[in-house]
């Protein structure tokens, strides 16, 4: 059906670090107050996958703090965070890159968009 040259996709850079800010309110509505910390975890990791093509997604301890700071049944409304995709020095690993996600601490989410950030 396909042309065979249509098979070829674009690698994606190996390395690279963005700045997304999630939603987590939407993704914890309904959800019983005593799962929705847990859940905005797992959805932060689904999200992490998801936007950077990786099954090993990594939170940082800060974020994990910043999530669940105002206890299991109040989740931060929004939170920016920074997906860094970085190599697995593990050899046996599965897969040879993994997602780390870190909070960034920003004062207002108005008018904030997905950013690449340069290594320094």
Known sequence: MAPADRKERKSKPD???RD???HLSK?????TFKKKAPRAIKEIKKFASKAM????VRIDTKLN???WATGVRKTPTRVRV???RKRNEDEE????LYTLAQLVEVSTFKGLQTENVEAA
């Open 15 to 17: 390395l690279v670090t």
């Open 27 to 31: 993704m914890v509505h309904k959800t």
């Open 82 to 84: 920074r997906l860094s």
């Open 53 to 56: 093509g990786t099954k090993d």
């Open 93 to 96: 690993a599965d897969e040879k």
């Open 20 to 22: 997304y800010t999630i």
């Open 65 to 67: 703090q910043h999530v």
